[in-house]
């Protein structure tokens, strides 16, 4: 099947995390949250929404990811779904084997193979992907920096919470619409 240009698929994901940066010992970092939207040519972004995922290894997330991301155990053990189950939503709902699949960096696209990979699942994605902080600073002509600052940069003001999944998604399909849109042209 050719590829589907109608619209992209824009994600996002948050991970489990630490104040020190390593995961405490028999524990790794796992995504707990795949945000998600669609973003069509003339910059509607539509779609919006969060997918929460309960990860295997750990007992309850720990105080800096809750601080920073505003996921609590609580939120994942009343709204969270095995990560295969979320997957196969991303792939129901957002089609993203025949579509272009953007991301603020390669890092979320990364994740996503690394933990279908430890779990012995097919990678969902597809082949057609875009990282966008990086066509940032090329368009730009600047270094890569983060999304918030990209959008200050752009005077594009956020949208939602930072490191809210669905949130950073439709900021990053706002920043990649100007990029890409009539707004980039000189």
């Known amino acids: 099947m050719s590829l589907k240009t109608d619209y992209i698929i824009v994600l996002d994901l948050e991970l489990t995390c630490w104040a020190s940066g390593a995961p405490p010992p028999n524990q790794q970092s796992e995504i707990i949250e795949i945000g998600c939207c669609k973003l069509a040519h003339n910059g509607e972004v539509w779609d919006k929404e969060s997918i929460y995922i309960w ?8 105080p800096y990811c809750i601080q920073l991301t ?24 957002y089609g993203p084997r025949h579509r272009v699949v953007a991301t603020w960096s390669n890092g979320d696209r990364h994740a996503v193979r690394t ?72």
């Open 55 to 62: 990860p295997l290894n750990f007992s309850a997330i720990s």
């Open 70 to 93: 505003g996921i609590t155990t609580e939120l994942l053990k009343r709204e969270g779904m095995p990560f295969d189950g979320a997957l196969n939503k991303v792939v129901k709902l």
């Open 115 to 186: 933990q279908c990979e430890a779990m012995g699942l097919k990678y969902p994605l597809g082949w057609h992907s875009l990282d966008v902080n990086a066509l940032y600073a090329l368009i730009r002509n600047r270094r890569p920096v983060g999304l918030s600052r990209a959008l200050a940069f752009e005077g594009i003001e956020f949208q939602g919470r930072p490191h809210c999944g669905a949130d950073d998604a439709f900021n990053t399909a706002s920043l990649l619409h100007k990029l890409i849109g009539k707004e980039s042209k000189p």
